[in-house]
Structure formats: structure tokens, C-alpha cells
């Protein structure tokens, strides 16, 4: 079980000189076209820092070791944690319909609060789904979209307006027979979490675990434009009359995505947050197996990815990526070892960095985790 201290860092920083392997990953996501990238590793050699790039484009600084990035869909382990809290308190019914508690919305019944967690629900991604031959159904203007997401990105949406522009389009499929992703079930999640609590889901989290944990460098932003200080800059390139053009999108509206991938913090802050939750300071042993439990198609839990590590092993993981900031959360099960990271770059309609991202987190979780001992418990 992890030693870290709530609030607190108990690893000694070593000198990126101690881990070339590391240093020399990084360097070669920068040189397959991010801009900047900073990453922390802690195990048993104690926490190394790194950084690799540019914080700004055409810049000479290095990305900062503890910058602020938005983190995208990383908000979903947080927000799971934060339901699963609630669950722990008696407030909410894991196997309850979610009709139950937001019948505004008209639900099919079959929908549980679990089946949002874990992408069973069916619902379509109001920020746009593919169907079953491969075509794109767009939803709302989101970063697919090109130069209408970019024109739009101040703008404020309300969460109820994205769950009902999902619901007016067809099902994926049955509840509970298939997986599919979609930031609409954790939409839903946070508009239940308001609900059940009569709080916003900004408070409730810095009641459950961002003021427990001392996460004084993460942020549910809701609709808030701004991002703590120090950041590396986020980018989005777009056509508009047959040129290319690409604008510094650091500032904007997080709304759009919501509680499917709003949230800000920093490398220490997730390596704390996630040590934290799988060494069990966060919820009950029983709740944290659940959601260390994966389904069978995606490997997915309640608001985790369960992935199997070259050469044995374990790892319970969220990645994030929105409009130029993306972030990695890694654990070994026992929280003993991490791997965290931000990233700056620049995003387009085709996600073209989609490719790099992947094959760049594969090698670092060969690196860091390939070969661990078996988990114990």
C-alpha cells in the first residue's frame, strides 16, 4: 500500500539523468509533434521528474514540472469516486434506475446508476457517436468540429441541454448488453451527484476529495475560462477558406464536455489522487473492488480502464485529451507505483496526435510497469 501522506509528497525528486529511458520517451513524443510534455514517476527509486518541449509554440521553455492542464476524461475517475462516495454513504443505489432519481429526463427504466459508470447504458455521445457501419453522427459543436467548435468555445452549455440533445437521438443499443463510450452517462452522474446532495458537483468534490487529499493544484471548473498559473499552452488548428489555422485555445468554456472530461490539475495531483483511491483512503474495500472490476469488452470498471501490462501485471488507468491538453494516470494496484503526465499539442478535427498519444503510452507503460510482481490482494 502506498506511503504517501494526504497533502503531502514523502519522494525525494531525482535527477531526470537517473532515468534516461524516461527522458528519452518524452523526448520522442515531442519529436512525433506534441509540443510539450512533463511526467512523474514514483516507485521504489523514489519520484522522478521530467519534462521535454516547448510550454508555448516557437517557445524555448520547457513545459513546467507542475503546470496546470486541463485533464479531459480523467474527470471520470474523479467523478465515479465521487458517486461511489455517495453509494458508501447510502446517498445513492448502485443498482437504482437513474429514473429514480432524475425522472425529468424520461429514462429508459433499465438504466442503472452502475451502467452509467461503466459506458453500459447505451446512450448516445452527444459530443458525437459513430454508428454500427463506421459513420460519424455528430452531436454538439465539440472539437471535431472544426472551426464551429472554435467560434463556439466561450459559449455556456448547460448539462441538462447535452443529456437531452443525446436522448433525442436513437440508443447504441439495450441497457447492460454492450459498452460503449460516452461523456453523456457522466453528465448524468454529476447532474445526480447535484441532485441527491443539492450542492454543485464542483463542492461536493472538494468536500469528498479534493480537500481531503490537499489536491490544492486540481479544479472542477464547470464554466470557468481560466487556468491556474504556471500552464503550458493549449492549441487547435482548424480550416477556414481553404487555409489552415491554428489558435491558442488554453482559454475556453469547458462546458461543452462537462463532467465527461472538465476538470484541471497537475501531475502531482493525479499521482496523489490515484494512489490514494487504489490504496483505499477514498472508498470502502468493497466499492474500490467493484470499480477495479472490469467488463469484458473494454476492459473498463466504474470510471477505470483495468489493463494487463506486458511481461505480468496490473494497471488501473484513465487517459484524458481535450482541445491540446491531455493527461496519463497510471497505478499498480496497490498504488506503489505511478506514472503521470500532462501534455500540450496541437488538436484538430481528425485527432491526427491520436495515433502518437497511443503508441507513446504504450512504450511508457512497458517502461514503468512491464514486469511488476503480481498484485497480492
Known sequence: MSTIRTGQDEFTPQTGQDRPELQRIIQEMVDAGFVGVSMRVRDER??????????????????????????????????????LQLVAEGTIGLDVPVDDYLPEFGLDRRITVRMLLQ????????????????????????????????????????????VRLALSKPARFEPGTDWSYANTNYVLARL?????????????????????????????PTAQTDIPEPHPHAYYRYEEDGEQRTVDVTRHNPSWISSGGDMISTTQDL??????????????????AEMC????????????????????????????????????????????????????YIDDPAMSMGAAFQQATQQLVQEVFSGQAEPTH
Open 46 to 83: 523514489g519520484e522522478w521528474i521530467g519534462s521535454a518541449g516547448a510550454s508555448e509554440l516557437g517557445g524555448t521553455e520547457t513545459p513546467p514540472a507542475d503546470g496546470h492542464v486541463r485533464i479531459g476524461s480523467n474527470t471520470k475517475t474523479f467523478t465515479a469516486t465521487l458517486v
Open 119 to 162: 459506458h453500459t447504458s447505451g446512450i448516445f455521445n452527444f459530443t458525437g457517436d459513430f454508428d454500427p457501419d463506421g459513420t460519424f453522427v455528430p452531436g454538439i459543436a465539440a472539437t471535431p468540429s472544426g472551426k464551429e467548435w472554435v467560434d463556439n468555445r466561450f459559449h455556456t452549455y448547460q448539462p441538462e441541454e447535452l
Open 192 to 220: 445526480l451527484i447535484e441532485k441527491v446532495t443539492g450542492r454543485p458537483v464542483a463542492e461536493e468534490m472538494h468536500r469528498l476529495i479534493l480537500g481531503p487529499l490537499g489536491l490544492s493544484g486540481t479544479v472542477q
Open 271 to 288: 499521482a496523489t489522487f490515484i494512489s490514494a483511491l487504489v490504496g483505499g483512503k477514498l472508498l470502502p474495500a468493497e466499492l474500490l
Open 293 to 344: 472490476t472490469p467488463e469484458a469488452k473494454a476492459g473498463y470498471g466504474l470510471g477505470v480502464f483495468v489493463q494487463n501490462v506486458p511481461g505480468g501485471g496490473t494497471v488501473i488507468t484513465h487517459n484524458g485529451g481535450m482541445a491540446g491538453h491531455a493527461a496519463l494516470m497510471y497505478s499498480t494496484p496497490d498504488g506503489s507505483r505511478t506514472l503521470t503526465a500532462a501534455l500540450n
